[in-house]
């Protein structure tokens, strides 16, 4: 009888060792394979398998831009991950499992993020503009394209980084803008050549037409310079200048044959000064006017038609 309590005695023993051993003692491993969002933590126990997983996910998010890279870590973008979850699904998986890392984005953080960017790397687009001309033509600054940070790209692109642990470089995202205004697509630019009494239509850089003109005698030059059309008017009435004694005494002349202006007047912002046609053709070639640019009556006519109030005139 006592040898019968003994035995029972050491098989109850034995009994309670195993069953308290499992929870205390035991260090149990993640299935070999086993990664999350692409980090291997195959073998590892769960601290050593959290620890791998932190370091690659607070690593920041790299943006190449014209300046340079810019960096941004996921606490900056408003990211957290839930990575005691993603342990725990990984200690429970099957070999070569991929599990996903639980993570949380704050749009509204990766949105100012974003709009940073804009702020430092958006660049307006440069117009050509008019400077002057040469006898060869009109000259012109040159324009520049600008660009537009791709909001929507951007936050897309960052949101998909912070959700792995995919650390590699972005670029920055952005639309080119094309400028309004190129030099070959400046629109119309009058030039005259006093010298050679001659006007010349372009389009930005392209000759559209020649004509011959009469431009101002010595003592009443055409003005150099860069100027523009302020106003047109058809068929008008001429009127005396005040200030001239030349036109001392003269009337007011309504439109028809007789007119000096002829049946077109585009006025300059130049006092006085206009392109217009004329009663006296014979003039055309020669510094003959008070000022004014006269054209044969057609070619006022025809340049009336192509050109608008504000398009530049650059008298040489």
Partial sequence: MPVLKTLA???????????????????????????????????????PARARIERSFVRPVTIRTPDGPVHATPAQLGAASSIDTAVSSALAATPRSSIALPVRLSGARVAAVVRRLARRFDRKPV??????????????????????VDATTMRRELARA????????????????????TAESFGPVIVVVRGANSLTLYHG????????VAT??????????????????????????????????????PPGPANPLGTR????????????????????????????????????????????????????
């Fill in 127 to 148: 117009d050509a503009t008019l400077t002057g001309a040469t006898a060869a033509g009109p000259v012109f600054t040159a324009s520049k394209p600008g660009a537009a």
């Fill in 162 to 181: 912070l959700r792995t642990t995919d650390r590699r470089a972005l670029r920055l995202r952005e639309t080119v803008l094309k400028p309004r205004r």
């Fill in 265 to 316: 007047w585009m006025g300059l912002n130049a006092p006085g000064v206009g392109i217009h046609g004329t009663d006296e053709p014979t003039s055309i070639g020669y510094s003959a006017s008070h000022g004014c640019i006269r054209m044969q009556v057609p070619d006022a006519e025809w340049l009336f038609e192509h050109v608008s109030v504000g398009t530049p005139v650059v008298i040489l």
């Fill in 9 to 47: 005695a050491i098989v109850l023993a034995a009994g309670l060792a195993c069953a308290a051993a499992p929870a205390s003692t035991r260090s149990p491993l993640v299935a070999p394979g086993v990664t999350v969002s692409g980090v291997p933590v195959g073998g590892l126990t769960a601290e």
């Fill in 205 to 212: 850089t392209k000759l559209v037409r020649r004509f011959p």
């Fill in 216 to 253: 101002g005698q010595a003592i009443y030059p055409t003005p150099a310079g860069l100027w523009h059309i302020m106003d047109k008017q058809l068929d008008p009435w001429w009127y005396p200048p005040t200030y001239d004694a030349w036109a001392k005494g003269l009337k007011p002349v």
